[in-house]
């Protein structure tokens, strides 16, 4: 207790050193994982091993069969293995070189991924000059992290350059449903709806939350919100039962 009431008080003197050694925990847990498991072997662990969220990112993609997967945060490649098990183009960034180089190895025997080592709203800069955001693309926003919150400036990326996208964001808080973890960084930075609600007013964006209970849910129970652009991509997600549509925001 004292231990953990001392570190309480020196994190919030100097919260540079605990970024600094979460990212230090980050590294020697990828290099241990390397080390223990060097390949990608089953789905187990994606999505925080939540069945029922990859459950219904399986009947997405399978429906959606979008031209392109985008994920940002790519860790220890978990997530990303199971995208690339559909068969589409898997794009994924990490911006931690020993982290994004252990995913490297972990994930090279799938020919339909690319790794990128930079941060996520570098990524998609290049995937726009690239012109890659012409087509419709499922995309997994998962690189908020520590002191680093690209959030807000990836979804208006996105929305301003994509006209046909699902994204699915990781660590989002669920209403009304306190067993779904979220991140939480200060008092006004908490991935909620209030957080994102500048980048939705009067968009045709619409949200849908987990309409499963986090009692039925496995794993670590993070919660997650859909918003979905383009008319296909939302009747697509009404016409799943697990999903609960939000209304739109004024």
Not at 198 to 208: A, D, Y
Request: glycine letters at 4%; a positive charge; proline letters at 5%.
């Amino acid at each position: 207790m004292f231990k953990k009431i001392t570190r309480k008080i020196v994190y919030k003197a100097i919260p540079h050193l605990r970024d600094t050694n979460a990212r230090l925990e980050a590294i020697e847990y990828a290099f241990t994982i390397l080390a223990t498991s060097p390949e990608y072997l089953s789905d187990e662990n994606s999505f925080n091993r939540q069945n029922i969220r990859r459950a219904i990112v399986t009947e997405v993609l399978q429906e959606m069969k979008p031209s392109c997967i985008i994920e940002t945060g790519t860790f220890l490649g978990e997530t990303t293995g199971f995208f690339a098990k559909f068969g589409f183009p898997v794009i994924s960034s990490e911006i931690s070189a020993p982290i994004h180089y252990a995913a490297k190895q972990r994930l090279a025997k799938f020919s339909n991924i690319n790794l990128m080592l930079c941060d996520s709203r570098l990524l998609f800069r290049k995937i726009i000059s690239d012109n890659l955001n012409s087509k419709p693309a499922f995309i997994y926003l998962d690189a908020h992290w520590l002191d680093d919150l690209p959030l807000l400036e990836e979804i208006r990326l996105i929305d301003a350059n994509w006209d046909n996208y699902i994204i699915l964001i990781d660590d989002f808080q669920v209403p009304n449903d306190s067993g779904y973890g979220y991140d939480k960084y200060s008092k006004k930075r908490i991935l909620n709806l209030s957080y994102i609600s500048g980048c939705l007013v009067n968009k045709p964006i619409r949200v849908f939350f987990p309409s499963a209970p986090s009692s039925q849910e496995s794993g670590a129970k993070r919660g997650y919100v859909f918003l979905a652009k383009g008319n296909e991509n939302i009747k697509l997600l009404e016409g799943l039962d697990k999903l609960t549509p939000n209304t739109p925001l004024r």
